[in-house]
Structure formats: C-alpha cells, structure tokens
C-alpha cells in the first residue's frame, strides 16, 4: 500500500508562485514514474508534469516555462514548482506515482487563482 500526501496549495494572485510537494511512504517499489495532474470545475483530470525514473520530463503545453517538476529520490518527494500562475491554473492537484505494482493517486490539493 502506497500513501501519497500532497501539501502547499493555497489562494495566490495571478502572477505569483507556489510549490507542491508530495511525500510518498508505504510499500513503494520500483518508482516508474511521479506526477502532477489536475481537476478543475466540471472539467475532466489532465497531466500537468510528469517525471520517469531516469529523470525525464513532459508536461502539459499550457505550463511549459511556468511550472518545474522535480523530485528528491531519498526523501521519495516530487516537487511542483509553479510561477507565473493564471486563473485557468485553478484546480484541485493530484499526486500521482506508477511502481512496477500498480498507481496511487493522493487525496488532492487546491490551488486557486485570483484575478
């Protein structure tokens, strides 16, 4: 059993910065990949930046050169770091982690942007 708790999310005007994190614990093996998605009102879950386990990145078009993805191996921790954030980048994000054993999802975190 895998346990995703992801934190840092809050109200920030448009234009400002926050960081996600989210700590992974439990029965982990084999980390494949680590993730950040997101959900907005009435809208359907979306990649926003994924990392593989080589380090290899892809995020979403509509966050490229606003938001970094990264991830400190010992402490089994990805990052979201997210600047230059609009109102559309409202939405509840998810952590999400691919083991050789399956996925889990974290329980969300809100990120609202104010105009």
């Known amino acids: 059993q895998v346990q995703l708790v992801e934190s840092g999310g809050g109200l920030v005007q448009a234009g400002g910065s926050l960081r996600l994190s989210c700590v992974a614990s439990?029965?982990?093996?084999?980390?494949?990949?680590m993730g950040w998605y997101r959900q907005a009102p009435g809208k359907q879950r979306e990649l926003v930046a994924v990392?593989?386990?080589?380090?290899?990145?892809n995020y979403a078009d509509s966050v490229k050169g606003r938001f970094t993805i990264s991830r400190d191996n010992a402490k089994n921790t990805v990052y979201l770091q997210m600047n230059s954030l609009k109102p559309e980048d409202t939405a509840v994000y998810y952590c999400?982690?691919?083991?050789?054993?399956?996925?889990?999802w974290g329980q969300g975190t809100q990120v609202t942007v104010s105009s």
């Open positions: 999400k982690l691919t083991d050789i054993y399956g996925t889990s």
């Open positions: 990392m593989g386990s080589g380090g290899s990145t």
């Open positions: 439990g029965s982990i093996f084999s980390i494949l990949a």
